[in-house]
């Protein structure tokens, strides 16, 4: 048994992102085997039965206020313009973390510091230095578990961007953190990506890094997730993802405006329902352009949403990592549609798990077809549900944690 301090930009609970179930599933499985003390970034609306569900299987769970403004982005946009690092990673500096992080390996010892996502590798160096300083441990080992190569979303971002000063700045911040993730990730020893394309990312940087490196997917519990009753005949298109994420944001907006009139041509009475926390105001406009389209913003409880859900959408054309929307599609039971990129890094068979197209007219399509014959989503919907029980079950698929854990604890 090794004790471990786990660090993490969002609180792991409740499962509403897919950075929160991912880092839910490990604390799950390290938890156990390990003593798991979690320290986590917390924001306004965080409450504390989230952290009362967490310290049932942790040690212990300490939290930090994450702050944001725009002014605090303003001064990361500037601080990151003199300074050639991404602005991603010096926005989310904050002294209290540093402080809680002091106080707590003067007070305990760690045999592995676990970093969950990149903007937390920071934390753990940190970590690990005043360990080192105190004298309480010589060396801890350091475990990034960077979920995907941060770079490739801005990157994608600007390849279509129209606004050159946007483009610009996002064409600025791919290679600030394409730098930035080469250098740190050779400074961890273990770092594991949740796809192999993300893994190879920058394969020709960190070459003789590749022993370090693991893949292991995102995975869900299906065990937990019993099947939705969908009411018959549906005829809802729904996206469900966090509305403040630029990439799905930039997914939603090209759908409602290029492939969904295309549906309407041929099926009038079809509803694009979007939901999602915090949407941007040309998000929340769309209802007024369009009648059949609905914006919800977040919501506790999507069941009622899934159960009136025909086609699943996943129109993402700029991401990294692995979609858990996709494996929760699967899990609820509703038809999956995505784009290439949206499928990115799961494996599956299109046309048995999912319909995958990349153009307006092949979206539209593909959700037509699925309107209009109701055996085909029903064919979607149980290979899915499947699908996901054989090859994205958390309770199976992390015993592949305990390979990475018995060798830094080893070392």
Same mark, same amino acid.
Request: aromatic fraction near 10%; hydrophobic fraction near 40%; include cysteine.
């Given at each position: =048994?090794?004790?471990?301090?786990?660090?993490?930009?969002?609180?792991?609970?409740?499962?509403?992102?897919?950075?929160?179930?991912r880092?839910y599933?490990?604390?799950?499985?390290?938890?156990?085997q390990?003593?798991? #003390?979690?320290?986590?970034?917390?924001?306004?609306?965080?409450?504390?039965?989230?952290?009362?569900?967490?310290?049932?299987f942790?040690r212990?769970?300490?939290? +930090?206020? =994450?702050?944001?403004?725009? %002014?605090?982005?303003?001064?990361?946009?500037?601080?990151?313009?003199?300074?050639?690092?991404?602005a991603?990673?010096?926005?989310?500096?904050?002294?209290? =973390?540093?402080? #809680?992080?002091?106080?707590?390996?003067?007070?305990?010892?760690?045999?592995?510091?676990?970093?969950?996502?990149?903007?937390?590798?920071?934390?753990a160096?940190?970590? /690990?230095?005043? =360990?080192i300083?105190?004298?309480?441990?010589?060396?801890?080992?350091? %475990?990034?578990?960077?979920?995907?190569?941060? *770079?490739r979303?801005?990157?994608?971002?600007?390849?279509?961007?129209?606004?050159?000063?946007?483009?610009l700045?996002?064409?600025?911040?791919?290679?600030?953190?394409?730098? *930035?993730e080469?250098?740190?990730?050779?400074?961890?020893?273990?770092?594991v990506?949740v796809?192999? %394309?993300?893994?190879?990312? $920058?394969?020709g940087?960190?070459s003789?890094?590749?022993? $370090?490196?693991?893949?292991?997917?995102?995975?869900?519990?299906?065990? !937990?997730?019993?099947?939705?009753?969908?009411?018959?005949?549906?005829?809802?298109i729904?996206h469900?993802?966090?509305?403040?994420?630029?990439?799905?944001?930039?997914?939603? $907006?090209?759908?409602?405006?290029?492939v969904?009139?295309? +549906?309407?041509?041929?099926?009038?009475?079809?509803?694009?329902?979007?939901?999602?926390k915090?949407?941007?105001?040309e998000?929340?406009?769309?209802?007024?352009?369009?009648?059949?389209?609905?914006?919800t913003?977040?919501?506790?409880?999507?069941?009622p949403?899934?159960? !009136?859900?025909?086609?699943?959408?996943?129109?993402l /054309?700029?991401a990294?990592g692995?979609?858990?929307k996709? %494996?929760?599609?699967?899990?609820?039971?509703?038809p999956?549609?995505?784009?290439?990129v949206?499928? !990115?890094?799961?494996?599956?068979?299109?046309?048995?798990?999912?319909?995958?197209?990349? #153009?307006?007219?092949?979206?539209?399509?593909?959700?037509?077809?699925?309107?209009?014959?109701?055996?085909?989503?029903?064919?979607?919907?149980?290979?899915?549900?499947?699908?996901?029980?054989?090859?994205?079950?958390?309770?199976q698929?992390?015993a592949?944690?305990?390979?990475?854990y018995?060798?830094?604890?080893?070392?």
């Open positions: =048994m090794g004790r471990i301090l786990f660090l993490t930009q969002v609180l792991p609970y409740p499962l509403d992102s897919g950075a929160k179930i880092a599933y490990v604390l799950r499985h390290l938890a156990q390990h003593e798991v #003390t979690l320290v986590s970034f917390v924001r306004t609306d965080d409450r504390p039965e989230y952290t009362a569900h967490l310290e049932r942790c212990a769970v300490h939290t +930090v206020p =994450m702050r944001r403004s725009w %002014l605090r982005d303003a001064r990361a946009l500037l601080v990151a313009g003199f300074t050639g690092r991404p991603v990673i010096v926005r989310d500096e904050i002294g209290e =973390m540093h402080t #809680t992080l002091g106080r707590l390996v003067k007070e305990d010892t760690f045999d592995v510091v676990h970093a969950d996502q990149t903007s937390m590798a920071q934390y160096l940190y970590a /690990r230095s005043q =360990m300083n105190s004298g309480s441990r010589e060396k801890a080992s350091l %475990l990034l578990d960077a979920h995907n190569a941060l *770079y979303i801005p990157k994608r971002l600007a390849s279509r961007e129209r606004n050159p000063f946007r483009r700045v996002l064409w600025r911040e791919a290679r600030a953190l394409a730098r *930035y080469a250098e740190l990730w050779g400074r961890f020893d273990q770092v990506f796809t192999d %394309l993300d893994r190879y990312a $920058l394969r940087q960190i003789n890094l590749e022993s $370090l490196f693991t893949t292991i997917p995102i995975c869900v519990d299906p065990e !937990e997730q019993p099947l939705i009753r969908r009411v018959p005949r549906p005829r809802t729904t469900l993802g966090t509305m403040f994420w630029p990439p799905n944001v930039e997914g939603v $907006l090209w759908f409602a405006n290029e969904f009139p295309r +549906v309407l041509a041929q099926v009038p009475e079809a509803q694009f329902v979007i939901v999602g915090n949407p941007p105001q998000v929340r406009a769309l209802p007024l352009q369009n009648r059949n389209i609905q914006v913003g977040y919501v506790p409880d999507p069941t949403y899934l159960a !009136e859900t025909a086609v699943f959408i996943v129109p /054309r700029a990294g692995m979609r858990v996709i %494996l929760d599609a699967w899990c609820w039971g509703v999956v549609i995505s784009t290439s949206g499928a !990115e890094g799961i494996d599956l068979q299109d046309g048995s798990h999912a319909l995958i197209a990349d #153009t307006p007219e092949a979206l539209a399509e593909a959700a037509v077809r699925v309107l209009q014959d109701p055996a085909l989503g029903e064919r979607l919907r149980e290979n899915g549900r499947r699908w996901v029980e054989g090859q994205y079950n958390w309770r698929v992390y592949r944690w305990g390979g990475v018995g060798r830094l604890i080893a070392q």
